[in-house]
């Protein structure tokens, strides 16, 4: 791997750990960070094999309420980096991806405690009245995100081919990567319980008990339950008689200004 590689995987691997924390450019998804990574190894269609298939597996990873979700922009930079600079087959690719997930959310949960020091910081700038130095406390925590991505990308861009990125990998005892990857589950759990808790909508809890035994007792992927709740959803409003109230309350209002309009044309 040549040196202006490595330092366009560094530059990337930082834009889409910035990504992850924004979730605006989604430059940290499976499919377009790691056909970029391809792409900058010269094996953009690999890059694209890889990326489809852990955005398939990334699709319900975000981040809910306080729950951080497993990072997808580390575990695709660094898989594609493996499977093309080191001739790994893809499953490969898509085994060692998970760990490297659940390793990257413990390096983000890292990052944003961190990062409080950068928000205190800044409203020291705010009392100050000091606009600038508030700039800076933004930047430099988005930064610490950004080197989060890309100092491991660069690390692993750096040694592979020598065997230690291997010996690495296999050295970590299963019991670890599962307990994090179980850690992980729990975490984004946790976020949909405070977010439900905090919405108060109590009258939707059956469906979401009824979610969970589809999925347990089902094959459907996600893209399947999220066809059934959203035709759920659909059925919901239109027997509900609350939406119906609703939508009558116009026509009902309509309909009396029409009477009266009459009767004041009769009088």
């Not at 990308?153 to 970590?172: P, R």
């Not at 179980?182 to 109590?202: D, L, R």
């Amino acid at each position: 791997m040549s040196s202006i590689q490595i330092l366009l995987i560094f530059i990337f691997a930082t834009i889409a750990g910035m990504g992850s924390c924004l979730d605006e450019m989604q430059t940290h998804r499976p499919l377009i960070a790691c056909t970029v990574t391809g792409l900058i190894l010269g094996d953009m269609t690999t890059g694209i094999i890889i990326g489809g298939t852990l955005e398939m597996m990334a699709l319900g990873w975000m981040n809910i309420g306080a729950a951080i979700a497993p990072d997808a922009a580390l575990a695709s930079v660094i898989s594609t980096i493996l499977v093309i600079a080191s001739h790994q087959d893809v499953a490969t690719g898509i085994a060692i991806a998970m760990p490297l997930a659940a390793a990257g959310q413990v390096l983000a949960i890292i990052c944003k405690t961190v990062s409080v020091v950068f928000q205190h910081k800044a409203d020291d700038y705010a009392e100050e009245g000091n606009l600038f130095g508030i700039d800076l406390c933004n930047y430099g925590a988005l930064i610490l995100q950004g080197l989060r991505v890309g100092i491991p990308a660069l690390l692993v861009a750096m040694t592979v081919g020598t065997g230690a990125v291997e010996n690495m990998l296999s050295a970590i005892p299963p019991v670890i990567s599962g307990g994090l990857q179980v850690a992980g589950g729990f975490i984004v759990v946790v976020g949909y319980a405070m977010v439900i808790n905090m919405m108060g909508a109590q009258y939707l809890m059956p469906f979401f008990f009824l979610g969970f035994v589809v999925a347990a007792f089902t094959n459907f992927n996600l893209v399947a339950l999220g066809v059934i709740g959203l035709v759920a959803a659909v059925v919901y409003i239109q027997l509900n008689p609350k939406y119906q109230a609703v939508a009558a309350a116009p026509a009902a209002a309509a309909a009396s200004s029409s009477d009266d309009d009459l009767d004041d044309e009769l009088d």
